[in-house]
């Protein structure tokens, strides 16, 4: 944690600054020259192949499931073993289709922006995601990484223990509930992905709506006729147990699977948020995310998007060029760059939603995990 925070206090300066002082701050355009121009170019072989690997791999597990039929008796010693085991691998292999989506939406599957768009929606509505809207918010996301006021994601809800004191019972309910629930953090990841699909004008700038709305009443409807249509037609040919075997409980572990990934990547227990007049674009993409690392097979099917750095320094860099993007960034700003081995240690905060505390005099917050929830 004294490293990172060194990170922030001494290489960069608050926006405060004069200019003359502010020459010296690093900024993200020379960052970004540490990576290759190669590495920003989309590979056609490399993207389709991901996708038709993706594809190959749901359809063995679709295969794999409909071989198990669960009875009674003796088999379920080995049924029931086999079922979970296949909705666990299906569901992170859901998660890299879900990432050749989240390549889509930065418009670096393909060269050409039809075809992102495209596959986009082919990969994001099977799992309940309105491209349009999803891209837009993610946008957002990446714009104001960190910035107190502008996060659109679960981090928008994190409060100082004074700033909870002063919610009044009415006020600010689901961030109430956050932190009054175990797991809270997952409780804010739904209900964000919610609103995504239900109330995404509340997410944007009301001249942002006026611009994109018909776009995103469009992606809406799209994502809600694959999904009647994907639970509609197992229904009618498997029943309520096939919606839950072939894709509710696999779609269900990919969710929350990408749920620990998107709070791990910016919020360990060395996250830092930042007011406006000290945040600038490197402290948010660089000094306040983190690459954190799984076994080899995760990071396979996951389509690599575990190497967030590299991602949030240039959203633009394919998914199979992000490691060694990371590698580059790592030899040139070795002070800036935070890589950590996922663990337990990645988890035990989760159970209850830590408060943020204000750093005096140094312009950030860290999360304040110490005992005493309300």
């Given at each position: 944690?004294?490293?990172?925070?060194?990170?922030?206090?001494?290489?960069?300066?608050?926006?405060?600054?004069?200019?003359?002082?502010?020459?010296?701050?690093?900024?993200?355009?020379?960052?970004?020259?540490?990576?290759?121009?190669?590495?920003?170019?989309?590979?056609?072989?490399?993207?389709?192949?991901?996708?038709?690997?993706?594809?190959?791999?749901?359809?063995?597990?679709?295969?794999g499931l409909s071989l198990v039929q669960p009875g009674s008796g003796a088999a379920l010693w080995w049924?029931?073993?086999?079922?979970?085991?296949?909705?666990?691998?299906?569901?992170?292999?859901?998660?890299?289709?879900?990432?050749?989506?989240?390549?889509?939406?930065?418009?670096?599957?393909?060269?050409?922006?039809?075809?992102?768009?495209?596959?986009?929606?082919?990969?994001?509505?099977?799992?309940?995601?309105?491209?349009?809207?999803?891209?837009?918010?993610?946008?957002?996301?990446?714009?104001?990484?960190?910035?107190?006021?502008?996060e659109v994601d679960w981090a928008a809800h994190l409060l100082t223990r004074e700033e909870f004191a002063?919610?009044?019972?009415?006020?600010?309910?689901?961030?109430?509930?956050?932190?009054?629930?175990?797991?809270?953090?997952?409780?804010?990841?739904?209900?964000?992905?919610?609103?995504?699909?239900?109330?995404?004008?509340?997410?944007?700038?009301?001249?942002?709506?006026?611009?994109?709305?018909?776009?995103?009443?469009?992606?809406?409807?799209?994502?809600?006729?694959?999904?009647?249509?994907?639970y509609g037609g197992l229904w009618y040919f498997c029943g309520f147990w096939g919606m839950l075997k072939?894709?509710?409980?696999?779609?269900?572990?990919?969710?929350?699977?990408?749920?620990?990934?998107?709070?791990?990547?910016?919020?360990?227990?060395?996250?830092?948020?930042?007011?406006?007049?000290?945040?600038?674009?490197?402290?948010?993409?660089?000094?306040?995310?983190?690459?954190?690392?799984?076994?080899?097979?995760?990071?396979?099917?996951?389509?690599?998007?575990?190497?967030?750095?590299?991602?949030?320094?240039?959203?633009?860099?394919?998914?199979?060029?992000?490691?060694?993007?990371?590698?580059?960034?790592?030899?040139?700003?070795?002070?800036?760059?935070?890589?950590?081995?996922?663990?337990?240690?990645?988890?035990?905060?989760?159970?209850?939603?830590?408060?943020?505390?204000?750093?005096?005099?140094?312009?950030?917050?860290?999360?304040?995990?110490?005992?005493?929830?309300?």
């Amino acid at each position: 944690m004294e490293a990172l925070r060194k990170a922030v206090e001494t290489p960069l300066l608050p926006r405060t600054v004069d200019e003359e002082t502010r020459r010296e701050e690093i900024g993200l355009a020379q960052i970004r020259r540490a990576i290759p121009a190669a590495y920003f170019e989309p590979d056609a072989r490399r993207s389709w192949g991901a996708l038709l690997r993706i594809l190959g791999c749901m359809a063995l597990c679709l295969y794999g499931l409909s071989l198990v039929q669960p009875g009674s008796g003796a088999a379920l010693w080995w049924q029931v073993p086999v079922l979970v085991a296949l909705w666990v691998f299906y569901g992170w292999v859901l998660v890299g289709l879900f990432v050749i989506g989240h390549d889509c939406g930065h418009r670096s599957f393909a060269t050409r922006k039809w075809v992102n768009t495209l596959v986009g929606y082919f990969c994001m509505s099977p799992l309940a995601n309105s491209f349009h809207s999803w891209r837009l918010t993610h946008d957002h996301h990446h714009a104001y990484t960190q910035l107190r006021g502008q996060e659109v994601d679960w981090a928008a809800h994190l409060l100082t223990r004074e700033e909870f004191a002063g919610l009044t019972s009415k006020e600010g309910f689901i961030t109430r509930l956050g932190y009054l629930l175990p797991f809270g953090i997952v409780l804010w990841i739904a209900w964000n992905t919610l609103r995504r699909g239900i109330a995404i004008r509340t997410m944007l700038s009301a001249r942002q709506w006026d611009r994109e709305k018909r776009r995103l009443l469009l992606s809406n409807f799209l994502a809600g006729i694959c999904m009647l249509s994907i639970y509609g037609g197992l229904w009618y040919f498997c029943g309520f147990w096939g919606m839950l075997k072939y894709h509710g409980i696999p779609a269900l572990v990919a969710t929350l699977t990408g749920w620990l990934i998107i709070a791990i990547q910016h919020a360990g227990e060395d996250g830092i948020l930042y007011e406006e007049s000290d945040w600038t674009p490197v402290r948010g993409q660089l000094v306040s995310t983190f690459d954190v690392r799984f076994p080899a097979l995760l990071e396979y099917l996951w389509c690599a998007i575990n190497f967030h750095i590299p991602h949030h320094v240039a959203a633009g860099i394919p998914w199979y060029h992000l490691k060694e993007a990371g590698r580059c960034l790592r030899q040139a700003y070795p002070g800036f760059y935070q890589e950590q081995k996922f663990g337990l240690a990645h988890l035990r905060w989760f159970y209850r939603t830590p408060f943020l505390k204000k750093e005096a005099d140094k312009g950030y917050y860290v999360l304040d995990i110490s005992p005493g929830h309300p």
